[in-house]
């Protein structure tokens, strides 16, 4: 692993903190490039964007500092020096952009659900790329395990899984789909909005997948908040496309009940055929 990049005398350069400037640029780029193609205006969409990491960097910080209450109590100065008190809740970071693109979008009298489709491409690139980061940086480390796939950190006893990587693959991946399920709303296939229920369910299967794989856990009464959360996200969403799809998964299972119907009936005169006095 490589935590410093660069390091000129007393000036270092860290990885995961280059990861986090790439990060920023190329989901503000892929951003500016969906947004050519809306009616909004670039310097709206860009303050929404400004506000809202803001507001996710304010509420990530804090319900990381409540859930760690013990470590910081009421010092001001620990909770604004990150780089000697690090800490953030990845949910709490979500939430409050989330919140504050919202509030953002209703003081400018911008439609949310049209605006909001087209941030998650970027979100999920943010967040790819920063998992590589952390991967890179050794920020981000599995627990110990004897898989084919695994990698030894620095710091760290014993072999251990790919685990930000893992998750890197699996958001770039999710940054394709949604930039597909984009068109997929422009030709009114879905409905506006769809895109955040999306990021919201994939995003929260990952973490409540590779939650047990990780090192380090955020904790909430002796449970893993990230685990919790993600776990209770992944089951109203579920049940929400489940409700969203139910015609086309009906038409889908009807369909296929009666071709699995057709082909036994004809195996079965098939065979009655080959079994007749006439053969």
Not at 148 to 174: K, P, Q, W
Not at 208 to 218: I, P
Not at 268 to 275: E, F, L, S, T
Request: charged share 15%.
């Amino acid at each position: 692993m490589l935590p410093v990049l660069l390091s000129f005398g007393p000036v270092k350069i860290y990885t995961f903190g280059v990861f986090l400037v790439l990060s920023f640029f190329w989901a503000s780029f892929l951003l500016w490039r969906l947004i050519r193609l809306t009616s909004f205006k670039e310097e709206d969409v860009f303050d929404g964007l400004f506000w809202s990491l803001a507001g996710g960097i304010f509420l990530g910080r804090l319900i990381y500092v409540i859930l760690n209450f013990n470590q910081f109590g009421f010092n001001i100065l620990k909770f604004i020096l990150i780089n000697g008190y690090p800490g953030f809740s990845i949910f709490g970071v979500i939430f409050g952009g989330l919140l504050t693109l919202l509030l953002f979008c209703y003081h400018k009298k911008i439609k949310y659900k049209e605006l909001i489709d087209y941030f998650i491409p970027s979100i999920f690139l943010a967040f790819g790329l920063g998992k590589l980061g952390g991967f890179f940086s050794g920020e981000e480390i599995g627990t110990v395990t004897k898989f084919l796939l695994r990698i030894r950190y620095v710091g760290n006893d014993g072999l251990r899984h790919l685990t930000s990587f893992y998750e890197c693959l699996l958001f770039l991946a999710g940054a394709f789909l949604a930039y597909k399920i984009i068109f997929l709303i422009r030709k009114e296939k879905l409905n506006q909005g769809m895109n955040l229920y999306f990021f919201l369910w994939y995003f929260s299967l990952v973490y409540f997948v590779f939650d047990k794989l990780k090192g380090y856990h955020l904790y909430f009464l002796s449970y893993s908040f990230n685990w919790g959360v993600s776990l209770i996200i992944v089951l109203i969403l579920s049940f929400y496309f489940l409700y969203y799809f139910r015609n086309s998964i009906n038409i889908y299972v009807q369909k296929t009940w009666k071709n699995i119907y057709h082909r036994t009936k004809n195996k079965i005169r098939g065979g009655q055929d080959k079994n007749s006095p006439a053969n």
